[in-house]
C-alpha cells in the first residue's frame, strides 16, 4: 500500500495524463482552430466556476421575490444563506466521492477515455448496484423535470414580450429550439455559453434590483408574510431548488482537465450568485409585497420597456443554455443505454438524443405551472439527489476507519476530525429529510394540487391576464 502523499501524487498524475490524452485529441489542425479551441474546449478551474455559477441560478431567479412573499423578507434571507451554503457542502462531498472513484478505478487501470463519468456510476463504484439504481433514478428525474422548467420559463417570459401567442403555443416553439442541444457534445464544449449565461443573469437580476428600486413601493403596499404554513414551506424549498442546481456536478468535474481542484469551485461560485439573488429579491419585495403572491414571475410586475425587454431576451438565452446543462446528462445516460456513447460523431448523437427532448416538451405542456413546479421538485426531488444521498454516501463510503486512512482526499482544514464530519452530513440529512421533503412536500404539494384545481392540467395560458380586446396587454 503506497504512503497517503504518494498514493494522493499518485492519483494527480494519473489524472493530469488522462486529461492531458483527452485534450490532444480535441485539437485540430485546422485553420483557425485555436480560435474554435478557445470558445469551444473548455476544462480550466475557470470554466469550471462559469459552469456553476450559470447554472445555479436561472428562471429561478425570477421565482425568488415570488418566494418572499410567501415567507416574508427575513426568512427568505436567512434560507437563502442557509440552502446557499448546504448546497456548496454537499457539492464538495459530491466532488470528494468523484475523486475517491476515480482514484480507485485508475489504481485499476481503467480508461476515462471517450467516457463521462456520471453521478450513478459513481454510486455504484463506491456503494453497489442499488445506490446506483437509487442515484440513476432520482437523478434522472430531477434532471427531466429541471428541463422542463427550463421550457415553461422560456414560455412565461416570452409572453411578456409577445403575448400574441398563448404560453402553451411558445412552449412547442421552444421546445423545437431547445431540441438544439442535441448538437453539444459534452460539458467541454459550454465555455462560451456558460461565461455568456453568467453576464446575462448577472444583467436580470440587476434588472430586477434597480428597476424595482426606481419604480418604488406600489401604491398601498403590503408585507404580510408569512400568513400561511403552505405558502411559507412552499417558499423555503423553492430556496432549496434555487442551490440544488449541483445534480451535474459530476459531469462538470468530468470535463475539468484537473478535477481534484473543483472542490471549492461551488462555493465561490454561490457567493457571486447571492450578489444576484439576495438584492433582486429583496428589491422586488420591497417594491411590491403581497402583489407577488399571485405573480411568480418577477417580470410580469415591472414595466414594459426596453431594459425589460432585454432582460427578457437575455433570460431565454441562459434557459436555452440551462436547458442543455440540465439534459446533457440525461443525453449520457439515453447513450449508454442503447450503447452508442462511444459515438465519435456528433451528427449521429445528436439523433440518438432526440428521443429524450420528446417527454420533456410533452411534461412542460401538460405542468405549466411556473414557479409552483420548482417548489414541487426542489421537495420531491432535490433534497434527496443533492442533499440527502451525497451525505449519505459520504458516511457510508468512509465508515471504516481503513476507508477513512486510504482516503484520496484529505478532511477539509476547518474540520479536525471525521467525526465533525459525520455530525455535519446526519444534520444535513435529518433537516432535508424533515423540513425539505416532509414540510416541504407537503406545502408544495398542496400548492401544486391547487394550481391544478385553478388552472387545469394543459393549461393554454397560466396566470396570463385578462385579454381587453384591442388593448396591448403589459
Not at 420591497?286 to 407577488?292: F, I, P, T, V
Request: hydrophobic letters at 50%.
Amino acid at each position: 500500500m503506497l504512503p497517503q502523499p504518494q498514493a494522493e501524487e499518485a492519483m494527480v498524475s494519473s489524472f493530469n495524463l488522462t486529461e492531458r490524452d483527452d485534450r490532444e485529441d480535441e485539437k485540430s489542425d485546422e485553420p483557425g482552430s485555436g480560435f474554435k479551441n478557445f470558445l469551444w474546449h473548455g476544462g480550466s478551474v475557470y470554466d469550471a466556476w462559469f459552469s456553476c455559477a450559470s447554472n445555479q441560478v436561472a428562471q429561478v431567479l425570477l421565482t425568488l421575490p415570488y418566494s418572499f412573499s410567501q415567507m416574508g423578507m427575513l426568512s427568505g434571507i436567512i434560507l437563502q444563506v442557509f440552502y446557499g451554503i448546504l448546497g456548496s457542502w454537499t457539492a464538495y462531498l459530491i466532488s470528494i466521492l468523484y475523486i475517491e472513484y476515480r482514484s480507485r478505478k485508475e489504481k485499476e487501470n481503467v480508461s476515462f477515455k471517450n467516457h463521462v463519468i456520471q453521478w450513478f456510476e459513481v454510486l455504484d463504484g463506491l456503494l453497489g448496484p442499488y445506490w446506483k439504481a437509487v442515484g440513476l433514478a432520482f437523478n434522472c428525474t430531477f434532471l427531466l423535470f429541471g428541463s422542463v422548467i427550463q421550457l415553461i420559463a422560456c414560455a412565461s417570459n416570452i409572453y411578456y414580450i409577445d403575448d400574441h401567442l398563448d404560453k402553451r403555443t411558445w412552449t412547442y416553439i421552444f421546445g423545437a429550439c431547445c431540441a438544439t442541444t442535441v448538437f453539444i457534445p459534452s460539458f467541454h464544449n459550454y465555455r462560451i455559453w456558460s461565461f455568456l449565461g453568467l453576464g446575462m443573469t448577472t444583467y436580470t437580476a440587476w434588472y430586477l434590483t434597480i428597476g424595482a428600486l426606481v419604480n418604488g413601493q406600489v401604491e398601498g403596499v403590503e408585507h404580510s408574510g408569512p400568513t400561511k404554513l403552505v405558502l411559507y414551506f412552499t417558499g423555503a424549498t423553492n430556496i432549496l431548488y434555487t442551490f440544488g442546481g449541483h445534480a451535474v456536478t459530476v459531469e462538470i468535474m468530468h470535463a475539468m482537465w484537473k478535477p481534484q481542484k473543483f472542490k471549492y469551485i461551488y462555493l465561490l461560485a454561490t457567493l457571486y450568485v447571492f450578489t444576484l439573488t439576495l438584492p433582486s429579491a429583496i428589491a422586488m419585495y420591497w417594491a411590491y409585497g403581497d402583489k407577488l403572491l399571485t405573480h411568480a414571475n418577477a417580470f410580469a410586475l415591472l414595466p414594459r420597456n426596453g431594459w425589460r425587454d432585454a432582460a427578457v431576451i437575455l433570460m431565454l438565452i441562459h434557459q436555452f443554455i440551462t436547458f442543455g446543462f440540465a439534459c446533457t446528462p440525461l443525453y449520457f445516460v439515453w447513450e449508454k443505454v442503447i450503447g452508442m456513447h462511444d459515438t465519435k460523431s456528433i451528427f449521429l448523437r445528436a439523433l440518438v438524443r432526440l428521443p429524450v427532448v420528446i417527454p420533456i416538451w410533452f411534461l412542460a405542456i401538460i405542468f405549466p405551472f411556473f414557479g409552483p413546479i420548482n417548489s414541487a421538485v426542489g421537495a420531491l426531488l432535490v433534497s434527496f439527489t443533492v442533499y440527502v444521498i451525497p451525505s449519505l454516501a459520504h458516511m457510508l463510503t468512509f465508515r471504516s476507519a481503513s476507508a477513512r486512512k486510504n482516503a484520496a482526499e484529505k478532511l477539509p482544514f476547518f474540520l479536525p476530525n471525521w467525526t465533525v464530519m459525520f455530525v455535519v452530513n446526519t444534520f444535513i440529512v435529518v433537516w432535508v429529510l424533515v423540513v425539505g421533503f416532509g414540510f416541504g412536500g407537503w406545502a408544495s404539494m398542496n400548492n401544486f394540487i391547487n394550481q391544478v384545481d385553478t388552472f387545469g392540467l394543459f393549461a393554454k395560458c397560466y396566470q396570463c391576464p385578462p385579454r381587453v380586446p384591442g388593448a396591448k396587454n403589459h
